[in-house]
């Protein structure tokens, strides 16, 4: 049976991030979860998750994105006005932070640093820049947060 458009996207993609994890050094045993199909590895101080999704955008209809995440703290437990700055500072620092997004995981008092981008035309080029940049930020910003909200 051959395989789907869809397939082969995503496993060139898969492919891309193999290259990248070896040519940093890395090994493919130490980072792939193959249960749960993603790679993790350390940058600095920060933990960096790799992988592709799927996502539904219409009946029977999905795009594919490459996600990278690096959890960067948690929400400190403050009153209402501190949690209203503290939010208010994450807002300002995805501001400045070009490339990359602050998220709080939905039901989750967790802040990540968030990459996305749909695998269409993407190339190793285009893929190694993203993670490069996500892993630079990520450790970056875990420290500042770290730093200013402990």
């Not at 493919?28 to 790679?39: A, H, L």
């Not at 209402?80 to 039901?107: A, Q, S, W």
């Amino acid at each position: 049976m051959s395989k789907t458009l869809k397939e082969i996207r995503i496993e060139l993609a898969e492919e891309m991030i193999r290259q990248y994890v070896a040519a940093n050094g890395l090994e493919e045993d130490e980072t792939y979860d193959p249960e749960r199909n993603f790679w993790q590895w350390k940058h600095g101080s920060a933990t960096i998750e790799v992988f592709v999704q799927s996502v539904n955008v219409g009946d029977d209809q999905t795009r594919e994105y490459l996600r990278i995440f690096s959890y960067l703290a948690d929400i400190p437990a403050l009153n209402k006005k501190g949690r209203e700055e503290f939010m208010l500072h994450l807002l300002e620092m995805n501001d400045k932070n070009l490339g990359v997004k602050l998220t709080v995981m939905k039901g989750t008092n967790k802040v990540y640093a968030t990459y996305e981008r749909d695998i269409i035309g993407m190339d190793y080029s285009e893929l190694s820049t993203c993670i490069a940049d996500l892993e630079w930020w990520a450790d970056k910003l875990d420290d500042e947060l770290k730093s200013i909200h402990n």
